[in-house]
């Protein structure tokens, strides 16, 4: 005799077909909802711990581009902006003028308030003789034997380059139709920019013009111009006496990304180069021009790392030093010698000491 019904076996483990899909589904929605937590939390954590000390903070950052080395220290402008997040209108910024030791990074005396108007430049910073030049977008002045002296009546001229020395005076090239030398003259309170025609005659075949500096060694001048073409893009670096006409390959075929300073390195002029490599990070090179043509020099940083913009070279005899910004106010100093770091130095952004580190090499001579 039969039964009215079959009787079906449930899933092993669960009371009904229905139970099964209930927890599955379950299952996958806490699942989702665990994923995206371990991404959301800690940002909404950091957010709720860090916004009230946010409010009213002020944060630091260093004008390394614009940074320069006077009297056997490392002098640069630096940008201070109190955030107030309750009325961000009511947010200010102010400059400082402030000055490190080489030896560790560390603050080598009081620093000096900055005109506020020039907030929102980045004035250069020029050592000739017994003054430090600054040079902002529209202010004008020198700081010598501990005060700063702001001059009027002369601001930077348009479209010009990144200012150097010329003949023991502040000078800068400005393009546009008519590309002059400018130089800056002072006669007591009085300033002017005099100008003096220069023909570029940059090769058409090269690209346009993305970038030009100049570098005065042992009382020549020399130009350096960065040419890009459109299709395909492809860069070089070109160079020559402010006297000469014609340009002389210095780095060919360079990415349009790349970095590049021009100095004097010891008694030559040079550029400070930097490339992204495949799969590395960036390549460093020291490229000097020479009687024989560009001489170039790999420089292995190994462990310093720098930031891939934010970085200057200055030239310390016959060793580079090779300064970047990591996060905003911190500092970090590289010492080159013969392509490879020798001593590395890092300033935190609170402005703490520098620590030191050395390689094991130099230890050992050093014992």
């Known amino acids: 005799m039969s039964t009215g019904g079959h009787l079906t076996e449930p899933?092993?483990?669960?009371?009904?077909?229905?139970?099964?899909?209930?927890?599955?589904?379950?299952?996958?929605?806490?699942?989702?909802?665990?994923?995206l937590a371990q991404f959301l939390l800690p940002m909404l954590v950091m957010f709720l711990v860090l916004m009230p000390t946010m409010i009213g903070h002020e944060f630091r950052s260093a004008d390394v581009d614009h940074a320069t080395l006077w009297r056997g220290e490392l002098w640069l402008v630096e940008r201070t902006i109190r955030l107030n997040w309750r009325d961000p209108a009511t947010s200010a910024a102010s400059l400082t003028l402030g000055h490190a030791r080489l030896a560790d990074l560390s603050e080598a005396g009081p620093v000096l308030p900055l005109d506020a108007t020039a907030a929102d430049s980045s004035p250069a910073l020029l050592p000739i003789g017994d003054r430090l030049w600054v040079i902002g977008a529209d202010t004008l002045g020198y700081y010598e034997g501990g005060a700063l002296t702001r001059l009027s009546g002369a601001s930077r001229p348009a479209r010009?380059?990144?200012p150097f020395v010329y003949a023991g005076r502040p000078a800068v090239i400005t393009l546009g139709s008519s590309p002059a030398l400018t130089t800056l003259h002072v006669e007591g309170t009085r300033t002017e920019w005099r100008r003096r025609e220069l023909v570029l005659g940059l090769p058409a075949e090269a690209g346009s013009l993305k970038a030009l500096e100049a570098v005065e060694t042992e009382g020549r001048l020399h130009l350096f111009a960065e040419l890009c073409t459109e299709t395909p893009e492809q860069c070089s670096l070109r160079y020559r006496e402010v006297e000469q006409r014609e340009w002389l390959p210095l780095v060919e075929d360079s990415c349009s990304c790349a970095s590049w300073t021009a100095i004097a390195f010891g008694s030559s002029p040079a550029v400070v180069f930097s490339e992204e490599g495949a799969g590395r990070a960036n390549g460093l090179a020291v490229v000097t021009v020479a009687?024989?043509?560009?001489?170039?020099?790999?420089?292995?940083?190994?462990?310093g790392r720098l930031a891939r913009r934010s970085w200057r070279p200055f030239s310390l005899g016959s060793r580079l030093l090779l300064l970047s910004e990591g996060m905003p106010g911190s500092l970090k100093m590289l010492e080159v010698a013969d392509g490879r770091v020798v001593r590395s130095d890092d300033r935190g952004g609170r402005r703490e000491a520098g620590v030191k580190k050395y390689r094991r090499e130099d230890s050992r001579a050093a014992a």
């Open 11 to 35: 899933p092993r483990g669960y009371l009904s077909e229905e139970s099964k899909r209930r927890f599955t589904l379950l299952a996958g929605i806490l699942g989702a909802a665990f994923f």
């Open 160 to 162: 010009a380059s990144k």
């Open 291 to 303: 009687t024989d043509g560009p001489r170039r020099q790999h420089i292995e940083t190994d462990g």
